[in-house]
C-alpha cells in the first residue's frame, strides 16, 4: 500500500509518497501560491500528486490516503484549520476540500504534530510510547506522544511548546505574549543573540566566521566556540540554557522516555545534545530518584513532514 504525505509551508509545498514501511518513494516540492485561494493550493497538490505517481509508476487510484501536515491550528478531528498565520487562512475545510478535490480519504494535522509522529512511528523514538518533539527553527515547534497516541488537546490547540513562557514580561513574541520560550530558544533567537555578541565584543572570532559564511546563521557562534572563542562559548552555553529551560519544563509535565531535538540546530550533534542532556536530567524533579530523559537527535531530517503526515492515515 502507498500513501501520501503532504508538508504544506508558506513558502513550498512538499509532498512524498510513502510505503508501508515509512520510505519515501518519490518527492517532489512545488511553491506555495499564495495568490490563490485554499481550494486553488489544494488543486496545485493534487496535480502534482499526480504528476509524481507518473513519474513513480504509481496508480494514482492506488493511494491509500493522503496525510497533511499544516503550519497553525488544525483541528485533527474536523479537518478543519482554524488559524494559520503563515499561510493566511481561517476556518478552513481543509480535509473535506482536498478529499472533493483527489477523491482520496484525507487526515490532517499541525506540522510539527506530523513531524513528532513520523519520528514515532518510523525515527528516532521509534516504539517510545510516551515522547517529545522539539524542533528548534525559525520558531519553536513540538509534538507530544503520550502512550502511543498523539496528544493535542481540545480542538487540536495544545501541544505549543514553544509559547510556554520561560521569562515573565521578556521579550515580545509574534504570538502577541511576550517572554515565550521561542523568542529564546528558536534558531532565530540564536542568531539574534550572536548579533548581539558580535556588537559586544568587536574583537571575537564570531566577525571572522561570518566573513568567511557570508552571514550570521544558527552555525555561527558553535563554530566560533569550537575554535576556542570565549564570547561565542558564552552564546552557546547562554543558548543551550534556554532550551533546557523549557525541556525541564517538558520533562517535569511528562517524564517521556525521550525528548528528540529536530530543526537545523540539531545538526550540531553532541555539541548540542550531550550539554543538554545532562543539564534537563539534573535539572528535573527528583531527578535521583526517577528514570533519566533522553535527549536525542532527530533521524528523519527534513523528511519527518512529509513521512509523519502519510503515517497520519497508515
Known amino acids: 500500500m502507498i500513501y ?19 520510505a519515501i518513494i518519490a518527492d517532489n516540492s512545488i511553491k506555495t501560491d499564495k495568490n490563490k485561494d485554499y481550494k486553488g493550493i489544494l488543486e496545485d497538490i493534487v496535480a502534482d500528486l499526480r504528476l509524481l505517481c507518473e513519474k513513480a509508476g504509481v496508480d494514482y487510484h492506488d493511494i491509500g490516503g493522503i496525510g ?67 524542533t528548534l527553527g525559525t520558531g519553536v515547534g513540538s509534538g507530544i506522544i503520550i502512550d502511543g497516541k498523539l496528544f493535542d488537546g481540545v480542538a487540536s490547540a495544545g501541544g505549543e511548546a514553544g509559547h510556554m513562557i520561560i521569562v515573565k514580561d521578556g521579550k515580545q513574541c509574534n504570538c502577541g505574549l511576550k517572554g515565550c520560550w521561542e ?23 564570531l566577525h571572522d566566521v561570518v566573513k568567511e559564511n557570508g552571514k550570521v546563521s544558527g552555525r555561527t557562534a558553535f563554530i566560533a566556540a569550537e575554535r576556542g572563542d570565549k564570547a561565542a562559548r558564552e552564546v552557546v552555553e547562554n543558548y543551550i540554557d534556554y532550551i533546557a529551560t523549557g525541556l525541564i519544563n517538558l520533562g517535569n509535565i511528562f517524564h517521556p522516555n525521550a525528548i528528540v531535538i529536530g530543526g537545523g540546530v540539531s545538526n550540531e550533534g553532541p555539541a548540542l545534545i550531550e550539554p543538554l542532556e545532562e543539564k534537563v536530567n539534573s535539572g528535573l524533579l527528583a531527578s535521583e530518584h526517577n528514570p533519566k530523559v533522553r535527549i536525542i537527535g532527530a533521524s528523519l531530517g527534513n523528511k519527518a513532514g512529509i513521512i509523519g503526515a502519510a503515517a497520519l492515515v497508515m
Open 183 to 205: 523568542r529564546y530558544a528558536s534558531a532565530t533567537a540564536l542568531i539574534e543573540q550572536t548579533e548581539e555578541a558580535m556588537k559586544k565584543y568587536p574583537d571575537s572570532l
Open 68 to 134: 497533511l501536515g499544516v503550519p497553525g491550528v488544525v483541528d485533527s478531528r474536523t479537518g478543519t484549520v482554524s488559524y494559520s498565520a503563515n499561510l493566511g487562512w481561517r476556518d478552513v475545510p481543509l480535509v473535506h476540500g482536498l478529499e472533493v478535490a483527489s477523491g482520496i480519504r484525507t487526515e490532517a494535522a499541525n506540522d510539527a504534530n506530523c513531524a513528532a509522529w513520523g519520528e514515532y512511528k518510523f525515527g528516532s523514538s521509534r516504539s517510545m510510547d510516551n515522547a517529545i518533539l522539539v
Open 4 to 22: 501520501a504525505g503532504v508538508d504544506v509551508g508558506g513558502t513550498n509545498i512538499k509532498i512524498g509518497l510513502v510505503d508501508i514501511k515509512g
